[in-house]
């Protein structure tokens, strides 16, 4: 990439699925041509609950492990958003249903990483480099994807966007490095002096000019109070890996799909967010999880309809490093897990239906009595991508996750 073209970007950023009527999962139409298809992958980082995600209110145990923090069913005050009448999506993820809806939006649940570990490191490096279990590995799948990716045109062909180039983005093949760091932002408002002439002038007003001022305050103040208790909380900077904190507007879906509209060569897109380590007070529709999904989910309806006809060629994959417990802590949060759900959004996708083998939430049922389990590895998910979408052959998908022996038979719900 050379210095002009680094520049213009940089000035921008500062398995198939169920067809209609079957029961196997796959791409709707396997005909196209793949040297135009994009894979955008999100991680979020610190263990997403994705059980109060897509939630399984039709499963009275649903409500009885998790009776402070379980999300009411769908037609109560900030509830869920029926999906399929067993599953419904948090109401803070209100802005995806109408791709729900054009069945471009997919979930796939009580699925991850097969490993056992509740280490957010590890377990991250698991998933970047796709091979989990194996501590040595060095590169990551998103990198070696790169090198198996058809080419047909020149220019930056991966990008990654944060503060650092990431283990899954690591290897041989380029990747343009763009920084989207978010910080405490001081402004004039943070002054006591100005502060307190403006709230003379706008703080007793009872008319919109004045509510609009308070409003503001109260969310400039909440946004940096956030970052803050962020940075004091050690296990919190561990699990965030250096990825920032979404926070209401974040426009980070309307700056990536410009990104890719002025550069079209790109073809595989990684970025991160972090705060999902949701202890304590975790909330249900509303809450401290639900302030982190509403944005998440403004932000790829904002994606998905910026990138205008280049969204029928793009496939975003939302995942997490692991879930969280079945059951609610003392503290009204969730502690680490194992099984999640992974989201997929995208023009090719025939979606409106949420995949994958569940077996509900029994104990018996539970990873080790507790845990949504792993019944689909994510690398199965991520293989039928890679080669239905991408154009990779049976090698090269073998080449992005060697060793992986799973199978690509229909996931199917039990």
Same mark, same amino acid.
Request: charged fraction near 20%; proline fraction near 6%; include cysteine.
């Given at each position: 990439?050379?210095?002009?073209?680094?520049?213009?970007?940089?000035?921008?950023?500062?398995?198939?699925?169920?067809?209609?009527?079957?029961?196997?999962?796959?791409?709707?139409?396997?005909?196209?041509?793949?040297?135009?298809?994009?894979?955008?992958?999100?991680?979020?980082?610190?263990?997403?609950?994705?059980?109060?995600?897509?939630?399984?209110?039709?499963?009275?145990?649903?409500?009885?492990?998790?009776?402070?923090?379980?999300?009411?069913?769908?037609?109560?005050?900030?509830?869920?958003?029926?999906?399929?009448?067993?599953?419904?999506?948090?109401?803070?993820?209100?802005?995806?249903?109408?791709?729900?809806?054009?069945?471009?939006?997919?979930?796939?649940?009580?699925?991850?990483?097969?490993?056992?570990?509740?280490?957010?490191?590890?377990?991250?490096?698991?998933?970047?480099?796709?091979?989990?279990?194996?501590?040595?590995?060095?590169?990551?799948?998103?990198?070696?994807?790169?090198?198996?990716?058809?080419?047909?045109?020149?220019?930056?062909?991966?990008?990654?966007?944060?503060?650092?180039?990431?283990?899954?983005?690591?290897?041989?093949?380029?990747?343009?490095?763009?920084?989207?760091?978010?910080?405490?932002?001081?402004?004039?408002?943070?002054?006591?002096?100005?502060?307190?002439?403006?709230?003379?002038?706008?703080?007793?007003?009872?008319?919109?000019?004045?509510?609009?001022?308070?409003?503001?305050?109260?969310?400039?103040?909440?946004?940096?109070?956030?970052?803050?208790?962020?940075?004091?909380?050690?296990?919190?900077?561990?699990?965030?890996?250096?990825?920032?904190?979404?926070?209401?507007?974040?426009?980070?879906?309307?700056?990536?799909?410009?990104?890719?509209?002025?550069?079209?060569?790109?073809?595989?897109?990684?970025?991160?967010?972090?705060?999902?380590?949701?202890?304590?007070?975790?909330?249900?529709?509303?809450?401290? @999880?639900? $302030?982190? !999904? +509403?944005?998440?989910? =403004?932000?790829? #309806?904002?994606?998905?309809?910026?990138?205008? /006809?280049? &969204? %029928?060629?793009?496939?975003?994959?939302?995942?997490?490093?692991?879930?969280?417990?079945?059951?609610?802590?003392?503290?009204?949060?969730?502690?680490?897990?194992?099984?999640?759900?992974?989201?997929?959004?995208?023009?090719?996708?025939?979606?409106?239906?949420?995949?994958?083998?569940?077996?509900?939430?029994?104990?018996?049922?539970?990873?080790?009595?507790?845990?949504?389990?792993?019944?689909?590895?994510?690398?199965?998910? @991520?293989? $039928?991508? !890679? +080669?239905?979408?991408? =154009?990779?052959? #049976?090698?090269?998908?073998?080449?992005?996750? /060697?060793? &992986? %022996?799973?199978?690509?038979?229909?996931?199917?719900?039990?």
């Amino acid at each position: 990439m050379d210095r002009r073209e680094f520049l213009q970007l940089a000035s921008i950023f500062s398995l198939s699925f169920l067809l209609p009527g079957s029961r196997g999962w796959c791409f709707s139409d396997g005909k196209t041509e793949n040297h135009n298809k994009r894979l955008i992958v999100i991680l979020l980082r610190g263990a997403v609950d994705g059980l109060n995600v897509v939630a399984p209110y039709g499963d009275p145990i649903y409500y009885d492990l998790r009776p402070k923090i379980g999300i009411p069913a769908p037609g109560a005050v900030d509830g869920l958003l029926d999906l399929d009448g067993h599953f419904g999506l948090n109401p803070a993820a209100q802005a995806l249903m109408p791709y729900w809806h054009d069945k471009k939006l997919a979930f796939v649940h009580a699925s991850g990483s097969p490993d056992p570990s509740r280490s957010h490191f590890q377990a991250q490096d698991y998933m970047e480099t796709g091979m989990p279990g194996q501590p040595t590995a060095s590169t990551g799948w998103l990198n070696r994807l790169v090198a198996e990716v058809p080419a047909k045109q020149s220019g930056v062909r991966a990008v990654s966007i944060g503060p650092v180039l990431p283990r899954i983005c690591s290897g041989s093949e380029s990747f343009a490095s763009l920084s989207n760091r978010i910080e405490p932002q001081k402004s004039l408002l943070d002054t006591p002096e100005i502060a307190s002439v403006f709230e003379g002038l706008y703080c007793n007003k009872k008319d919109e000019l004045g509510r609009a001022f308070s409003e503001g305050m109260a969310a400039h103040h909440e946004i940096n109070d956030e970052l803050i208790r962020a940075k004091a909380d050690q296990e919190q900077i561990a699990a965030n890996h250096g990825a920032p904190i979404l926070r209401a507007g974040d426009p980070f879906g309307t700056k990536l799909a410009a990104l890719l509209k002025k550069a079209p060569s790109i073809r595989v897109v990684f970025l991160d967010f972090g705060g999902w380590d949701t202890h304590v007070n975790q909330g249900t529709g509303v809450g401290n @999880l639900a $302030r982190r !999904i +509403s944005p998440l989910a =403004g932000g790829l #309806a904002d994606l998905a309809n910026g990138l205008g /006809p280049l &969204f %029928k060629d793009s496939t975003i994959v939302i995942m997490s490093e692991f879930g969280r417990t079945a059951a609610q802590n003392v503290n009204n949060g969730t502690d680490h897990g194992h099984g999640n759900v992974m989201w997929l959004l995208g023009g090719d996708i025939a979606g409106g239906k949420v995949y994958g083998r569940w077996g509900g939430l029994s104990p018996n049922a539970l990873y080790q009595a507790r845990d949504l389990p792993t019944t689909t590895d994510f690398r199965s998910v @991520l293989s $039928r991508i !890679i +080669s239905e979408q991408m =154009g990779v052959s #049976a090698a090269g998908v073998a080449r992005i996750f /060697p060793g &992986f %022996k799973g199978t690509l038979d229909p996931f199917v719900r039990t």
